[in-house]
């Protein structure tokens, strides 16, 4: 048996609702015991103080706002090269999940920075991709919802994807090049950190409920992205059958 | 494709509102901002590579709706559609028309607005090399962007959505390239950055363009 089988809707659904209430419950169980633990039990940072517990909601979602779009991408590749529906509803189903990311990302970074920085925004490099990322978003979102045929739609905005994917890592360093930036560079995902060296790296004692967290951003997403797709195809059946009656 | 390309000419000229709108847009959008920030030289000539960059590609935004949409709605593209040319062929041949409708005056017009924002002198030449560069690259995405919304109702809105991030590449190394160009600095690095966007937009955008207007067809 293939993957590829999950791309009978059917299938998908009844699969969806056996791994629904495991991958909810994980979600649920990381995102509780990371942040509770994040926000209650790790000391104060010598330098930021209480500030940075704001890390362990503004980095998951940060990651997540980028990988949805990841996701989306490898999404709209197999509606384009196989033509599978459920691929091109899940991602349609991703595409707000992934803006209300990326608006988390850029809220707790402005929370952050006005205490850190003495500002809200800064034309910082980070700062104005994410911001252009979220007009990605907001682009690919309001092209699915303006054409009214899915078929078409689909491909669109598979189109769309691959195209906005190009220019999203190109804006990605143009950016970089206008300005030069005010946020840190990589902090927690780095090789020499991974290797060991303790110079450059989030101590461990922020490092691991971080961790913890980001498996649960990470699983959250899954849990959203699963019922999302779910209630697209329950959506577009209940089409097919009203216009069905019409006909009939 | 000529025959192509000097029909939609000749429409762009011929039929009014088209051809000369960008380029007033653009003289309203330069004369407004002395206006707006003060008319204190100085500051003019610092933000003058910016906003003449501003106001060339908020002309060129303008116009994209005429690309494809006239087109779409009296049949003509069904024609072109199934003419004996290849669908990339035409989109091409529709942004070339574009750009020399929009683009080129953008082109020829912004050294001469320059002064109206006292542009520094070593800045002409280097926003008109930048402008030069950076605007077939601006109708390229565009037409990719008119293609895309060609088939919907008040698609122009969502066109301006869809085609904003995607110009923010352009816009950076083109105004760097004036910026630095009218202040003395070295420009070859943003304008190898500027030029390479450009050709690669040109050589691989009329695919999806040309894939995008085959589904808006179907």
Same mark, same amino acid.
């Given at each position: 048996?293939?993957?590829? =089988?999950?791309? &009978?809707?059917v299938?998908?659904?009844r ?17 509780? +015991?990371g ?16 500030t940075?517990?704001?890390?362990? /909601?503004h ?6 706002a980028? @990988?949805?779009? /990841?996701?989306m ?13 459920v ?6 189903a991703?595409?707000p ?18 205490p850190m920085?003495? +500002?809200?925004?800064?034309w ?6 994410f /911001?252009?990322l ?13 054409i009214?045929?899915?078929d078409?739609a689909? =491909?669109? +905005? ?5 195209v906005?994917?190009?220019f999203a ?6 950016? &970089?090049?206008? @300005? ?8 927690v995902m780095?090789?020499g950190a991974?290797?060991?060296? +303790?110079?450059?790296?989030?101590s461990?004692v922020?490092?691991?409920?971080l961790?913890?967290?980001?498996a649960?951003f ?31 | ?17 088209g051809f000369?709108l ?7 959008v ?11 030289t ?10 003449l #960059?501003?106001g ?5 935004l303008?116009?994209? !709706?005429r690309? $494809?949409? $006239?087109? #779409?709605? !009296?049949?003509?593209?069904? $024609? ?5 040319l ?17 683009? $080129?005056?953008?082109?020829?017009a ?6 109206l ?7 002409y030449? #280097? ?14 995405i565009?037409?990719?962007g %008119? ?27 083109g105004?760097?390239? %004036? ?12 304008? %190898?950055?500027l030029a390479g ?22």
């Amino acid at each position: 048996m293939s993957i590829w =089988d999950y791309a &009978n809707p059917v299938k998908f659904i009844r699969t969806a609702d056996h791994i629904l209430p495991w991958v909810s419950g994980a979600a649920l169980l990381c995102l509780v +015991t990371g942040l509770v633990w994040g926000f209650f039990f790790t000391p104060d940072d010598f330098r930021q103080g209480s500030t940075v517990k704001i890390i362990y /909601l503004h980095v998951p979602a940060a990651l997540m706002a980028i @990988n949805a779009w /990841l996701m989306m991408l490898v999404a709209s590749l197999i509606w384009i090269v196989r033509r599978h529906h459920v691929s091109a509803l899940a991602a349609r189903a991703a595409a707000p999940i992934g803006a209300v990311m990326t608006v988390i990302a850029l809220a707790t970074g402005a929370i952050w920075g006005q205490p850190m920085w003495g +500002t809200w925004w800064a034309w910082d490099p980070r700062l104005t991709s994410f /911001l252009i990322l979220f007009l990605f978003y907001l682009g690919y979102i309001a092209l699915w919802e303006a054409i009214e045929s899915d078929d078409t739609a689909a =491909d669109l +905005t598979a189109i769309l994807c691959l195209v906005g994917s190009v220019f999203a890592v190109l804006s990605r360093y143009a950016v &970089n090049f206008w @300005n030069q930036g005010l946020h840190q560079g990589a902090s927690v995902m780095r090789a020499g950190a991974m290797a060991g060296d +303790t110079e450059e790296r989030v101590s461990n004692v922020f490092a691991v409920p971080l961790f913890v967290c980001i498996a649960g951003f990470v699983l959250l997403f899954v849990a959203l992205v699963l019922l999302r797709t779910q209630t697209e195809i329950r959506a577009r059946r209940t089409r097919a059958l009203l216009a069905r009656e019409r006909v009939a | 494709m000529i025959a192509l390309l000097s029909r939609d000419l000749a429409l762009a000229v011929r039929a009014g509102g088209g051809f000369g709108l960008g380029l007033a847009f653009f003289l309203i959008v330069t004369v407004l901002v002395p206006f707006g920030v003060g008319p204190e030289t100085a500051l003019l000539a610092r933000i003058a590579p910016g906003v003449l #960059w501003i106001g060339a590609l908020l002309a060129c935004l303008l116009s994209l !709706d005429r690309i $494809l949409a $006239l087109d #779409w709605e !009296d049949g003509s593209l069904d $024609l072109l559609a199934t003419a004996p040319l290849p669908m990339e062929g035409i989109v091409t041949v529709k942004a070339l028309a574009h750009w020399i409708t929009t683009g $080129l005056p953008l082109v020829l017009a912004a050294p001469m607005l320059g002064v109206l924002l006292s542009l520094p002198v070593e800045g002409y030449l #280097w926003v008109f090399l930048s402008l030069a560069l950076g605007t077939p690259a601006l109708s390229v995405i565009g037409t990719f962007g %008119a293609a895309l919304t060609v088939g919907l109702k008040r698609g122009g809105l969502l066109m301006s959505l869809l085609v904003l991030p995607l110009y923010v590449p352009t816009l950076i190394f083109g105004a760097e390239v %004036a910026r630095r160009g009218a202040e003395g600095l070295a420009v070859s690095a943003p304008l %190898a950055m500027l030029a390479g966007i450009s050709c690669g937009v040109i050589a691989v955008l009329p695919f999806a363009s040309a894939a995008v207007l085959r589904i808006n067809l179907r």
